[in-house]
């Protein structure tokens, strides 16, 4: 069917669920996992508005089928199932409404211009028949490792929302190598305005001195001559904050070239190592290997 359809249920078809009603209008090739995409993102319709795959169906309720070709959802569904083989999910831990990702480095949460591989991308593959698709409640840069919060139902992604624009209400705790050695002993805090400056090649970046007020506090763990492991617990929560503040106390990041760090062959060493909720921590230790590998007794003395 190369063009949307409307249906009026029948009195025969009344009190079906959404999914079997579509699974028996529609061409018997198309693979349920594609049903379920298109009632998850809004292309089925009932009496105009958007539905849930379980909704029983009434008599004379009229529902829109969107366009298809058998070789166009036979791809995407190959494409689903080629992404869930070759990207897993690195689960830490599960709750009611929750999902806790280990997020790798290099991964995005998001997909963009050139690339398809991306956390939402691997939770549609993994999770295409659920009726509500796990989405991610916060975001992460893409070569920052560690926790990713996704909620498994719309109350626990609202629940998520409200707590992350509340600042104060969950406790966002980071470690990071730094250049340098860290000249301070104790807990410090970092206090700075950032706003984002385009670039003379036409790029956008964060800058310090003016904009939004950012605030965090650093804790070393860790210091040598050439290199510090930092424990930084952020109270506000800009983009790239964490790479920008340091970066202007010339400690950048060990491998955030866009922030003044050097190369490196393990990438950008900032992760996101404790999430603090009202009723619920949450940690995940970072898996850099030496020089930078972190064992559980540097981070005894890191603040809860």
């Known amino acids: 069917m190369g063009q949307v359809e409307f249906v009026t249920v029948t009195p025969e078809e009344a009190g079906q669920k959404v999914l079997q009603f579509l699974q028996r209008r529609v061409?018997?090739?198309?693979?349920?996992?594609?049903?379920?995409?298109?009632?998850r993102t809004g292309q089925v319709r009932v009496n105009k508005g958007r539905v849930k795959p379980f909704v029983r169906l009434k008599m004379d309720d009229v529902v829109r089928i969107p366009p298809y070709?058998?070789?166009?959802?036979?791809?995407?569904?190959?494409?689903?199932?080629?992404?869930?083989?070759?990207?897993?999910?690195?689960?830490?831990s599960e709750s009611e409404g929750?999902?806790?990702?280990h997020k790798p480095a290099g991964l995005p949460v998001q997909p963009g211009t050139g690339h398809d591989d991306a956390v939402t991308t691997r939770l549609k593959?993994?999770?295409?028949?659920?009726?509500?698709?796990?989405?991610?409640?916060h975001r992460l840069d893409k070569n920052t490792s560690g926790l990713l919060l996704v909620a498994t139902s719309y109350?626990?992604?609202?629940?998520?929302?409200?707590?992350?624009?509340?600042e104060h209400a969950l406790g966002k705790h980071y470690l990071a190598w730094v250049e340098g050695r860290w000249e301070h002993s104790e807990t410090i805090?970092?206090?700075?305005?950032?706003?984002?400056?385009?670039?003379?090649?036409g790029k956008?970046?964060?800058e310090t001195g003016a904009g939004k007020e950012s605030l965090c506090t650093v804790t070393p763990l860790l210091v040598t001559n050439k290199k510090s492991l930092l424990h930084v617990a952020l109270q506000t929560g800009r983009t790239h904050q964490i790479r920008v503040q340091l970066s202007a106390r010339k400690h950048p990041i060990?491998?955030?070239?866009?922030?003044n760090g050097s190369p490196n062959s393990q990438g950008m060493l900032l992760h996101a190592w404790r999430i603090v909720l009202p009723a619920e921590t949450f940690t995940c230790v970072p898996t850099w290997k030496r020089p930078f590998d972190v064992s559980t007794h540097l981070l005894v003395n890191a603040p809860t």
């Open 125 to 137: 593959a993994k999770f295409a028949d659920a009726s509500f698709c796990p989405t991610p409640a």
């Open 155 to 166: 109350s626990r992604l609202q629940e998520l929302h409200e707590l992350f624009r509340n």
């Open 27 to 39: 061409n018997k090739d198309v693979p349920k996992s594609a049903i379920m995409r298109w009632i």
């Open 189 to 201: 805090e970092l206090r700075d305005q950032l706003a984002k400056q385009k670039q003379h090649d």
């Open 204 to 206: 956008e970046r964060m």
């Open 254 to 259: 060990i491998g955030d070239v866009k922030y």
């Open 98 to 101: 929750l999902l806790v990702l």
């Open 69 to 92: 070709t058998i070789d166009e959802v036979s791809n995407q569904d190959s494409q689903q199932r080629a992404a869930a083989h070759n990207g897993t999910l690195d689960i830490v």
